[in-house]
C-alpha cells in the first residue's frame, strides 16, 4: 500500500524551529451546520478543562503535593481532543508519560486523574502509577509509560490480539518526535505493517525532543514519512486545529479498522519545558512569543468567536466552569488518604511469583543467624 501524503502543513524549514504551519487556519463551521458547531464547541470545551487542569497541577507541584515527573499537554490540547473523539469506547489506548490531557478525554473521571497525580488511594491507579502512569481497563486506557517507546511493542501486541480475536476495534498508540528514533518504533511498525495488524500510530511532534529539535535529530525530520519504508499509510495533520485532528483521525482509524496499520503525524506546540522543572532556557524570546501567539486553546476561541459559534460571555463561562472544575478536583485529591505502605508491593506482578521478595530499602535479604550463647552465660 502506498503512503498517502494528505500533507496538510508544509514541511519545516531545515534548521529552523518553527511550527510547520506558521499561520494558524481553522476548519470552517458555519453555525447552520448543526452537528459540526456542537463538535466544535465541545472540543473547545474539553481543551480549555486540559489547561485549566494541567495549570491546576502544575501549581500542586509547585506546592510539593505531587511528587516524582510530571509532563504537562499545555499546548497540545487540540491534538488530544482530536484524537480522542475519533476512537470508540471500545478502542485501545497507549501513550506516554504527557498523559493527563488522555486521561481526561478519554473519559476517567478528573477527580481520580488528579488523586493519582497527588499519589493517593482513590486515584486512577492508587497513588501507585503517579503523573506517568495512569491506567483504566475500563476506559481501555492500557497506560502511560515513563520508558521512552515503551508502549509501542505493548500497542502492537495488543492489536495482534485484537487480530486474532477477530473483533471490530483498534489500537491507538501515542508518542513524542523523539521516540520515532530508537528501535522498537521501526520493529513495531515492520511487524504491523508485515501481519496487517489493525494499530494507529501517532506521532505527536512538538518539534522537541526534550530540547533537541527535530532537524538537528532526524535525518527526515517529516517523520510521517517513516511509513513509507514499511508500505504503511500515513498523514500528517496542523495539530493546533481540533477538527482536523479529529477528521484525519478518522481517517487513519478507518484504514486500522479496515485491517492496516497508520502512521499520524500531529503538528504541535508545547508551551513550557519538557516537564514542570523544565525552565527551557534553550528556546528564544521569538519562539516563546511566537508559541504564545500560537496558544491552539486562545486560537481556537477566537475562531469560534468568529463565526459566531461561541459568544465572549460564553467563552468566559466555560473557562470559569473548567477553572471550578479543576479546583474541585484538587481539593478531593487533597483528602483523599495516602495508599498503605502495607500495599506497596500488591500490583508489581500481575500474578503470584515464587519467591518474590518484599524487601523494604535497609531490609537485609535474610534475617542473620542468632549468635551462640556464651557457656558463662548459661
Known amino acids: 500500500m502506498s503512503t498517502r501524503q494528505r500533507t496538510a502543513v508544509a514541511p519545516p524549514k531545515p534548521g529552523t524551529h518553527q511550527n510547520a504551519n506558521p499561520t494558524v487556519v481553522m476548519h470552517q463551521t458555519a453555525p447552520s451546520d ?123 501486541g495488543a492489536a495482534l490480539a485484537i487480530d486474532y480475536r477477530g473483533v471490530d476495534e483498534i489500537v491507538m498508540c501515542t508518542m513524542g518526535d523523539g521516540t520515532t528514533n530508537i528501535g522498537a518504533f521501526h520493529e513495531s511498525l515492520n511487524i504491523a505493517a508485515l501481519w496487517n495488524l489493525p494499530i494507529v500510530y501517532v506521532v505527536i511532534n512538538n518539534r522537541l525532543g526534550m530540547a533537541t529539535t527535530v532537524d538537528k535529530s532526524s535525518a527526515e525530520p517529516e517523520l510521517y514519512k517513516r511509513a513509507s519504508s514499511y508500505r504503511m499509510a500515513s498523514e500528517r495533520v496542523d495539530g493546533l486545529d481540533p477538527v482536523a485532528v479529529f477528521e484525519a483521525a478518522q481517517r487513519a482509524a478507518a484504514v486500522a479498522r479496515g485491517g492496516r496499520p497508520f502512521l499520524l503525524e500531529v503538528m504541535t506546540e508545547r508551551l513550557r519545558g519538557h516537564s514542570v522543572v523544565d525552565p527551557g532556557k534553550y528556546r528564544g524570546a521569538e519562539e516563546i512569543a511566537l508559541t504564545k501567539e500560537r496558544d491552539p486553546v486562545v486560537t481556537f476561541a477566537a475562531h469560534l468567536f468568529e463565526t459566531g459559534l461561541l459568544t465572549e460571555q460564553e467563552i468566559a463561562a466555560i473557562n470559569d466552569g473548567a477553572i471550578a472544575q479543576a479546583t474541585a478536583a484538587a481539593v478531593f485529591a487533597e483528602a483523599s488518604p495516602f495508599p498503605d505502605v502495607a500495599t506497596l508491593f500488591d500490583y508489581t506482578y500481575a500474578t503470584p511469583v515464587a519467591n518474590d521478595s518484599h524487601r523494604l530499602p535497609g531490609q537485609p535479604l535474610f534475617e542473620p543467624a542468632p549468635y551462640p550463647e556464651h557457656e558463662a552465660t548459661r
Open 34 to 156: 448543526t452537528a459540526g458547531a456542537k463538535r466544535a464547541t465541545d472540543f473547545y470545551r474539553q481543551m480549555v478543562f486540559i489547561r485549566r487542569f494541567e495549570e491546576r497541577a502544575a501549581r500542586a507541584y509547585t506546592q510539593a503535593l505531587i511528587g516524582g515527573y510530571c509532563h504537562l499537554n499545555l499546548g497540545e490540547e487540540a491534538a488530544v481532543v482530536g484524537l480522542m473523539a475519533a476512537l470508540r469506547p471500545t478502542d485501545y489506548l497507549f501513550t506516554n508519560y504527557r498523559e493527563h490531557g488522555y486521561a481526561l478525554t478519554r473519559g476517567i473521571d478528573p477527580n481520580r486523574v488528579m488523586a493519582e497525580l497527588f499519589g493517593r488511594s482513590d486515584g486512577v491507579s492508587k497513588g501507585w502509577g503517579g503523573s506517568m502512569h495512569m491506567f483504566d481497563l475500563e476506559k481501555r486506557m492500557l497506560g502511560g509509560y515513563g520508558i521512552v517507546g515503551g508502549q509501542i511493542p505493548l500497542a502492537t
